[in-house]
């Protein structure tokens, strides 16, 4: 069991508790950007793909448990790789979110048509696929890379959420989140912190105790300055949001970078877990693999999550 380390007065604002993960959760290869979905009694994560020379695209691994992974196979092959992209290029972030019934997953990869980087969106009625791209990017905007998508689902009301130009926008989806309702896009908030120097992104959603909660990654995800911030906002998934003026989640001696993933309901369904990547210390970028990782998130009276260092 891990102790608390505490790396300054100044972050310590609430009291760390210890982990019951034995992180990392995953390694042996490059997992980035875990997308997690709980379904049926099973944990199902997909993840990012740098993989540029082969048709295989974003990992699928499920668990019973957030600690112990199989490996199910590929989201994309083949037999149904997205016809507007390319296979020598980015495929990153993907997520599986459940819409009517249905198993949709956005995610980000270059357009083709643009140039651009893009969301796509493929659905299937099985978790583990067979997934059926759309003929055409579901987002593209001119002049703009949109990267790192994920879906709000508050009271039945859809909404994209995804990172452009440095701000996380939000826009709403029509019912069965297959198009989008309207023109309308709100962008929420971009890096205007010192500790996220000039990024803000891969989002994720969270509604508890009245609060609308956006987790997200701040600074540049190649380096140990890489963190987990949070806003929140008390009025609506569109906000307006007030950030938490530190992150919550950062490097210590062993570990660094925790950044970009999803939360998902613990084991008992009360708590939460935040599935999320990181490196190894003396192994941050360059080749090296980002390894995933599952932390209980602990909250403080006011209803901030309570500060950790990754790993703890």
């Known amino acids: 069991m891990l102790s608390c380390k505490y790396l300054s007065v100044l972050l310590v604002l609430g009291a760390c508790s210890a982990q019951r993960f034995n992180n990392p959760v995953l390694e042996g290869a ?97 978790v583990l696929g067979p997934y059926k791209p759309q003929q055409e990017a579901f987002l593209v905007v001119p002049g703009m890379w949109v990267v790192d998508s994920t879906v709000i689902n508050h009271d039945g009301q859809l909404m994209l959420c995804w990172v452009g130009q440095r701000y996380i926008r939000v826009r709403n989806m029509t019912d069965d989140g297959m198009a989008f309702k309207d023109n309308n896009t709100v962008a929420l908030f971009q890096p205007d912190l010192e500790w996220e120097a000039d990024g803000t992104e891969g989002p994720w959603y969270l509604f508890r105790n009245g609060y609308h909660y956006i987790f997200y990654s701040g600074n540049d995800f190649c380096t140990d300055r890489y963190a987990l911030g949070v806003a929140r906002s008390s009025v609506s998934p569109a906000g307006p949001y007030e950030k938490h003026p530190t992150p919550f989640l950062w490097s210590n001696d062993i570990f660094k970078g925790p950044g970009h993933g999803s939360i998902v309901r613990d084991l008992d369904g009360k708590g939460y877990v935040y599935v999320h990547h990181g490196w190894k210390a003396g192994e941050v970028c360059q080749d090296y693999w980002r390894l995933m990782f599952s932390t209980t998130l602990f909250w403080g009276d006011d209803d901030w999550p309570k500060n950790m260092t990754i790993g703890d």
């Open 30 to 126: 490059d997992y980035p950007d875990p997308g997690v979905l709980y379904y049926n009694g099973t944990y199902y994560a997909v993840t990012t793909s740098n993989n540029y020379s082969k048709v295989e695209k974003y990992p699928i691994h499920s668990s019973k448990d957030l600690q112990n992974w199989k490996f199910e196979g590929y989201i994309f092959d083949e037999s149904n790789f997205p016809v507007w992209s390319r296979v020598d290029d980015d495929f990153w972030a993907p997520e599986i979110h459940i819409i009517q019934g249905r198993f949709h997953i956005y995610f980000t990869a270059r357009d083709v048509k643009s140039d651009l980087l893009a969301i796509g969106l493929a659905t299937s009625n099985s």
